[in-house]
């Protein structure tokens, strides 16, 4: 996605070999305008498939995941909790996720009320890295009994695993930026 | 806002006489239709304001504000971040806000790359209960110098001090639904 490349030529920030920082328009600051380009593009990616319900994770992903859904005609949007929350039911779905970033194992968990059985799930996120994420959010679509349509990620690290990692549960990957490498605080694409 | 408090009535929950749990569509899972009347709803009640800028808080209040921010003119929001960031900048705005729901005090930051003084700032949020978080974002907004348009709320309990707070510092405070009571398990509206 040509417009998406230029923003993170243009505006991102290279620290050491493994972090892209993309503050200034996608995950502190965010740049609404890109945001719908963004939701047109998954539903390219995404077109000719039924998709009841987007699945997210706090706190990137909501903005990301409410906007796309507008293409996918507005289907609700369900993000993942990662904190405890003291108004979340008794009933969740949860998994175990591993963040790099902090380096530290946190829970994910999702209200049984809001996944169930009958939903198509499309996963966003804006980062895919190791799939740390996607993987919970995935094991909680399926703990619920619904099929994950597919995972539609902002910018993906190709040099790191996660797409290998969903790949192997079957679940089809599109991102719409695939980083081939950051050495030398340069941003090379696929 | 008609469709709003008909939404809280079929679908709030009442825990207790303070807590209106709304997770099946404004915080946990997330109706984006729901969200875009509510957009058209701010639109008219801050009309002919200039707005530059959204600012809201992580979790709940992303989703909001990007959808907002498409009926003023797609303006980038910014949403404070409450927890510590490996990745945000070392210069920072921060407000200490008091979480009446989590009992315990807790900092939310915003990167000064974002917020400036030609800002004319519009503060989105789920709730207002104490005003605690909008009080904290306002401070964050007149750190940076920006003038604050005003606070634009989904729902506010109207039995709890949060508009005094606001209005005291003399912000115009919108909200679409205002509670007066949760009282014998039942949503009374101003």
Tied chains: 1, 2.
């Excluded at 968990?109 to 198509?120: A, P």
């Amino acid at each position: 996605m040509e417009v998406l490349k230029k923003k993170i030529l243009s505006q991102g920030t290279v620290i050491g070999s493994e972090i892209l920082k993309v503050d200034s328009f996608l995950n502190h600051q965010i740049d609404v305008k890109l945001l719908n380009e963004i939701g047109l593009e998954f539903k390219k990616r995404f077109a000719n498939q039924e998709i009841t319900k987007i699945l997210t994770v706090e706190a990137s992903g909501i903005g990301i995941a409410c906007i796309v859904a507008q293409y996918f005609n507005n289907v609700p949007v369900v993000f993942a909790k990662k904190h405890e929350a003291t108004t979340l039911d008794a009933g969740v779905y949860e998994a175990e996720v591993f963040s790099f970033t902090k380096n530290k194992n946190y829970k994910i968990k999702t209200s049984k009320k809001y996944i169930n059985k009958e939903d198509k799930i499309l996963i966003i996120d804006d980062f895919l890295a190791n799939g740390n994420a996607a993987l919970g959010l995935i094991s909680i679509s399926r703990q619920a009994g619904a099929d994950v349509v597919g995972v539609g990620i902002v910018i993906e690290k190709g040099f790191q695993k996660g797409r290998i990692c969903i790949e192997k549960e079957g679940v089809k990957v599109e991102s719409l930026a695939i980083i081939k490498s950051l050495k030398g605080n340069e941003v090379l694409f696929e």
